[in-house]
């Protein structure tokens, strides 16, 4: 039985898809983790009732304007309220915290991740739009501070536990398995006309809104492709993707001699988020386990690239580098927002990120400023190209 000491956990976005599943992983483990900080941008509710149940330290409600609705809440508690995103980037360099896991959605995610290296804190991350954007500053980083970065996606956890033990061997090619969405095998024709909730349909996995509309476009599997590519260290092309639907197999490495590893296991959340949490340790648990009758075949087939053109825009901008995946994951986080408010038809996205690449000023070396500062300019563009919308990017 392994020993562990009691990890002080810091949860950035305590309140979304994975925070809640983190504090369930935390709540079976008591011995082994505390959740030290929670963080949340407006769920103040959630956050509260998580605050009562876990008593953190620190409670951070991003939202400045329920900063007091939440410390009267919690004033009878020894817990200290905080509020607005400086304090998230002040918090995680507090010297208790052992593992910060990054759960906030988006590019809201990058400058306290990048504080919590430079702290020489250990990174569990969920939030991929930070190695997305700025994936060579953060790589960098992370190698000066010595700090481990312990990826929470399932496809990236997958591959991280196929390299376990294999350090010394060359990695040929790395494939990452995609759903397919609710939309797989769908054409132009019916894409053109899906609404919001045909989109937040998805076959396999509970996630928030965003990521299941990226899975839905299949930008979510491009922004992982990027992710992996600094995760591991290896160049686009040695990067694959292939469809398989039922989610079993969360990826697979292929080393140079030919040899196939895969990561299987039932499309649960919780899995990936306690191995980022007790590694190198497997820890005993009760999920539910996967049975190969209950899966009597498994089913691949290569992505349409043509129908789901935000793959191949990841692609692009992958190998184009500098700030044009900041460029594209901008453009997207605010393609996904209007097309949830119905302002931007389904479709209509990839043809705003692909006129947001062609207008923003490309930079080949970027240092953070310049992320910051795409990352703002983009997201104007992106906000006007809405306004100047033709019909054919509006929903009917």
Known sequence: MHQQQTKNVAILGSTGSIGTQALKVIAGN????RAFVLTALSNANLLIEQAIAFLPAYVIIGDDKQYAYVKAALAHLPIEV????????????HPEIDTVLTAMVGF?????TIAAIKAGKTIALANKETLVVAGELITVLANQHQVKILPVDSEHSAIFQCLVGEERNAIEKLILTASGGPFRGKDLNYLSSVTKNDALKHPNWVMGAKITIDSASLMNKGLEVIEAKWLFNVDADQIEVIVHSQSIIHSLVQFEDGSIKAQMGLPDMCLPIQYALTYPNRVKNDFKRFNFMDYPELSFEKPDLETFRNLGIAYKALSMGGNMPCIINAANEVAVAAFLNGNVSFLGMSDM???????????????????LNTDKETRILAQNLIKQAPQALITI
């Not at 008591?30 to 983790?33: E, Q, V």
């Not at 809201?108 to 306290?112: H, K, N, S």
């Not at 990120?353 to 992320?371: A, G, H, N, R, W």
């Open 108 to 112: 809201a995610g990058l400058e306290p």
């Open 82 to 93: 905080l509020a607005g995103s400086q304090a998230v980037i002040a918090i995680v360099t």
């Open 30 to 33: 008591k011995n082994l983790f």
């Open 353 to 371: 990120i692909e006129t947001c690449m062609q207008k923003m000023s490309f930079i080949q070396k970027p240092v953070l400023d310049d992320y």
